[in-house]
């Protein structure tokens, strides 16, 4: 059974720093391009980081640029989102993706709430 299990999230003070998990099971995280969306209350759910599959390339959305990071781990079959410099308006749930040809799998999410 495949699963994306997200981990990591929690209240953090404006400036401050997480590192979200993504843990995945019933397939190989470094076959398929993985993705970090989040998504704001009343807001639709935005792509934030992304990994490709073919030698780790990386994209970031404009406002995560130069503050997260995004990166694979093979061994443990896990994707991180190292997030530095926290501001109010990260305050969003934050879900990973997994994407190779037709197939989509999404995790449940996990909350990261910034907050002085």
């Known amino acids: 059974q495949v699963q994306l299990v997200e981990s990591g999230g929690g209240l953090v003070q404006p400036g401050g720093s997480l590192r979200l998990s993504c843990a995945g099971s019933g397939f190989t995280v470094s076959t398929y391009a993985m993705s970090w969306y989040r998504q704001a209350p009343g807001k639709e759910r935005e792509l934030v980081a992304s990994?490709?599959?073919?030698?780790?390339?990386?994209n970031y959305a404009d406002s995560a640029k130069d503050r997260f990071t995004i990166s694979r781990d093979n061994a443990k079959n896990t994707v991180y989102l190292q997030m530095n410099s926290l501001k109010p308006e990260d305050t969003a749930v934050y879900y990973c993706?997994?994407?190779?040809?037709?197939?989509?799998?999404w995790g449940q999410g996990t909350q990261v709430t910034v907050s002085s």
């Open positions: 993706n997994a994407l190779k040809l037709s197939k989509v799998y």
């Open positions: 990994i490709t599959n073919v030698g780790d390339g990386t």
